[in-house]
């Protein structure tokens, strides 16, 4: 089973890119760059990865962010992820970067994109893995600053295919950003939000009515609402479920409780990943095998789920029919 689930050909359509920095490069960073980190070393700070919550491990990532300061920060972070990914059986990702969390710091958005876009198109010659990247507007800044990061970005246009929401949801709901995420679906982008993984099912309503947007990351509390389920179901709109990171924020206390397995009995479009696998302890090949392990899950719950990522990626269909 192990051999199998790890040649597998996988999708990963749920990952941070700024969650994909290992400690270690962390402090090579820092030192590099002349930064200061609220910890001593690298054991230091695998000690302070113990969440409560999503905002517990939000005030950590972003303050690890702080070390990426130029081009070849990003470069190598990429290439770092990248390499995990292909090693797992990873053959296409669309990765979530945040450029309000650089911009802020006074790190150019274009350092950040070229960076990202460079990691992109090094690791297609090395492994022949796809890489899409999707702008993530962080929900708790104001709703004018999505607006000025993406006009920013517009210049890197070609660089990335979607847009998407994330930090503290909470409080946070998505309906505050309808007016960008029009603008952005007039550019022609895609677009996602993260919604139901701490926020009630509510939020999920407004991604798909005011957001339109053709994915949910997490979504797990859509489990809480039966009409919300029936729409999932009838449309096929995806779930990009992060099994570790629900149980590292402590959605869930065990993964024997996890619904991944609800959710997929109830025909909806499950797909698994590893939302910040620097933080939470796995990569999306271990994220798998947890919740395999879990969950009980068959090899043919395990391939469709794998399957699942391929149809909800944002591949043209030609690529897609590769691996169908
Ligand atoms: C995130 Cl787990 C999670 N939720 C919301 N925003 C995020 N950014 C990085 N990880
Ligand atoms: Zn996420």
Redesign the pocket.
Known sequence: MDQWLAALPKTELHV?IE?TLEPELMFTLARRNGVSLPWVDVEGVRAAYRFHN?QSF?DL?YAGASVLQTEADFFQLAMAYFRRAVADGVKHCEVFFDPQTHIDRGIDIGTVIRGLARAAEAIRAESGLSVYYILCFLRHLSAESAMQTLLDALPYRRHFVGVGL??S?VGNPPERFETVFEQARLEGLQRVA?AG?EGPPEYIWQALDLLRVARIDHGVRAEEDPQLMHRLQQEQIPLTVCPL?NLK?KGVDDLRQHNLKRLLDAGLCVTVNS??PAYFDGYVLANYRAVAAALGLSRENLYNIARNGFVASFLPEVEKARWL
């Open positions: 941070h969650g999503l939000l990532y994330d930090s949801e993260h993984e990171s924020l939302d910040d």
